[in-house]
């Protein structure tokens, strides 16, 4: 008899996660949810069955859930794979998936939300204090792409850039897509290596190569091929120029 494979730590962490499971109807008001779904989410407190699914979301989350379900809405049923998407929620990273359901002629009768909490999976725990609940910072930025999510380390990453309520994230190999917006990984961010000289941007640190200045101006050139100058902000000059030990 062949042994049965054991999966492997990827597959393995994966068996761990629960989904919680929405079901709405055309007009994406909630029909009706799992138990998981509802210990998650703020049920008691707004009691959204009836309503429209983004009555129960944070205001910066409520345009990602509309896209996400404007996008599924598009998608033929033979085409129909499961659009995704990743938020962020106090303390916690949800990765969303939609799907459209349609009826025997194919016309839209509802849409599956089904979403997995994996803060675990791209953070670790930061140090709490008496007066703040523990945060989750992260180690990893998650990115969707071609309705796939992938992960890249911090420490790969030049800088962030700030594009409505999603982030351009630019690596060595160029520029990525992520689902949070500067905002959210600028909190989860570690603060010794990344810093916000900017409103639209964010940088690490260790990829700084050259402090300039064009007239009253300044910006920094980061390593790698790509990288265009990023502007920093006047308040943000002094407190940068002490990070990076210049005096």
């Given at each position: 008899?062949?042994?049965?494979?054991?999966?492997?730590?990827?597959?393995?962490?994966?068996?761990?996660?629960?989904?919680?499971?929405?079901?709405l109807?055309?007009?994406?008001?909630?029909?009706?949810?799992n138990?998981?779904?509802?210990?998650?989410?703020?049920?008691?407190?707004?009691?959204?069955?009836?309503?429209?699914?983004?009555?129960?979301?944070?205001?910066?989350?409520?345009?990602?859930?509309?896209?996400?379900?404007?996008?599924?809405?598009?998608?033929?049923?033979?085409?129909?794979v499961p659009?995704?998407?990743?938020?962020?929620?106090?303390?916690?990273?949800?990765l969303?998936?939609?799907?459209?359901?349609?009826?025997?002629?194919?016309?839209?009768t509802g849409?599956?939300?089904?979403?997995?909490?994996?803060?675990h999976?791209v953070?670790?725990?930061q140090?709490?204090?008496e007066?703040?609940p523990?945060?989750?910072?992260?180690?990893?930025?998650?990115?969707?792409?071609?309705?796939?999510?992938?992960?890249?380390?911090?420490?790969?990453?030049?800088?962030?850039?700030?594009?409505?309520?999603?982030?351009?994230?630019?690596?060595?190999?160029?520029?990525?897509?992520?689902?949070?917006?500067?905002?959210?990984?600028?909190?989860?961010?570690?603060?010794?290596?990344?810093?916000?000289?900017?409103?639209?941007?964010?940088?690490?640190?260790a990829?700084?190569?050259?402090?300039?200045?064009?007239?009253?101006?300044?910006h920094?050139?980061?390593?790698g091929?790509?990288?265009?100058?990023?502007?920093?902000?006047?308040s943000m000059v002094?407190?940068?120029?002490?990070?990076?030990?210049?005096?």
């Amino acid at each position: 008899m062949d042994a049965k494979a054991a999966p492997g730590p990827s597959l393995y962490s994966i068996e761990k996660f629960e989904a919680g499971v929405i079901h709405l109807d055309a007009q994406r008001n909630v029909l009706a949810m799992n138990d998981y779904a509802r210990r998650v989410l703020p049920v008691d407190d707004k009691q959204p069955f009836g309503k429209l699914v983004t009555s129960f979301h944070p205001e910066r989350s409520k345009p990602k859930v509309s896209f996400l379900l404007d996008e599924a809405s598009g998608c033929p049923m033979a085409n129909a794979v499961p659009m995704t998407m990743i938020i962020n929620i106090p303390e916690q990273v949800l990765l969303i998936k939609v799907s459209r359901l349609g009826d025997a002629e194919g016309k839209t009768t509802g849409f599956v939300l089904v979403f997995y909490d994996v803060t675990h999976a791209v953070g670790q725990s930061q140090i709490a204090t008496e007066v703040a609940p523990p945060k989750m910072r992260l180690s990893r930025i998650p990115m969707v792409a071609n309705q796939k999510v992938s992960f890249v380390d911090t420490g790969d990453v030049l800088s962030l850039e700030s594009q409505a309520h999603y982030t351009r994230v630019l690596t060595r190999e160029g520029f990525h897509f992520c689902n949070l917006s500067i905002g959210d990984l600028e909190s989860r961010l570690d603060p010794a290596q990344f810093m916000r000289v900017h409103r639209c941007f964010i940088i690490n640190l260790a990829a700084v190569q050259e402090l300039g200045r064009d007239g009253t101006k300044t910006h920094v050139l980061l390593k790698g091929r790509q990288a265009p100058p990023v502007p920093v902000s006047r308040s943000m000059v002094v407190r940068l120029r002490e990070a990076l030990g210049v005096h």
